[in-house]
């Protein structure tokens, strides 16, 4: 099975920040991943696809880059409904597998 | 809109078996794949397996052989996820999926969720 590590597993951060997340892939997956973004209590939002590109109605503050194994989700500008933990998940090959997560808190 | 509605929460006992329904809307649903992945508590996300909505194929992960079923009713737009021999371990939200088919890997990525389903495996 493909392992994926995300880093940091949580990060603080104020208002109006730009913060970037990083997965890595224990092996290469092409563009073949996906970010998702879970607030408590709440079903997975699914953010980006092909490392890259937005889902419908996703604002364009959030961005990704990469490919092969090494992956970034960016948020810029920072605002209260931001706060929540954000998973990648590759979907490369089978089974699919999701990074530890990253809690986002308030600084 | 598209909507994926799931069933509500199951108290089940270790041995037994769970069934969960995810009814959905908005979309046509022969046309996609659905897929099951939970979430035991204060953990990541699983994926369980997928279901072609138009000719029943399934596709499951070898964590859950033998113990996963998915099926659905076409005539309905639902989808369901029976889960045998509970353990305590099987405790978790699970969650319904609509997968996008990706041509490259021959595989999906998610688009739609439905709201979770808490299943706890209890004595």
């Known amino acids: 099975d493909i392992q994926m590590t995300q880093s940091p597993s949580s990060l603080s951060a104020s208002i109006g920040d730009r913060i970037t997340i990083t997965c890595r892939a224990s092996?290469?997956?092409?563009?073949?991943l996906a970010w998702f973004q879970q607030k408590p209590g709440t079903a997975p939002k699914s953010l980006i696809y092909?490392?890259?590109s937005l889902q419908d109605g996703v604002p364009s503050k959030f961005s990704g880059s990469g490919s092969g194994t090494d992956f970034t989700l960016t948020i810029s500008s920072l605002q209260p409904e931001d706060f929540a933990t954000y998973y990648c998940?590759?979907?490369?090959?089978?089974?699919?597998?999701f990074g530890g997560g990253t809690k986002v808190a308030i600084k | 809109q598209v909507h994926l509605v799931q069933s509500g929460a199951e108290v089940q006992k270790p041995g037994a078996s769970v069934r969960v329904s995810c009814k959905t809307s908005?979309?046509?649903?022969?046309?996609?794949?659905m897929h099951w992945v939970r979430q035991a508590p204060g953990q990541s996300l699983e994926w369980m397996g997928w279901?072609?909505?138009?000719?029943?194929?399934?596709k499951y992960s070898q964590a859950f052989q033998g113990r996963l079923t998915i099926t659905r009713d076409t005539s309905a737009s639902t989808l369901y996820m029976d889960l045998s021999s509970l353990t305590s371990e099987d405790t978790a939200v699970y969650y319904c999926?609509?997968?996008?088919?990706?041509?490259?890997?021959?595989?999906?990525?998610?688009?739609?969720w439905g709201q979770g389903t808490l299943v706890t495996v209890s004595s």
């Open positions: 999926a609509r997968g996008i088919w990706v041509r490259g890997p021959g595989t999906y990525y998610f688009a739609s």
């Open positions: 092996q290469g997956i092409r563009n073949y």
């Open positions: 092909a490392a890259s």
């Open positions: 908005g979309f046509i649903f022969t046309d996609h794949a």
């Open positions: 279901i072609n909505a138009g000719d029943g194929r399934t």
């Open positions: 998940q590759q979907y490369s090959s089978y089974p699919f597998t």
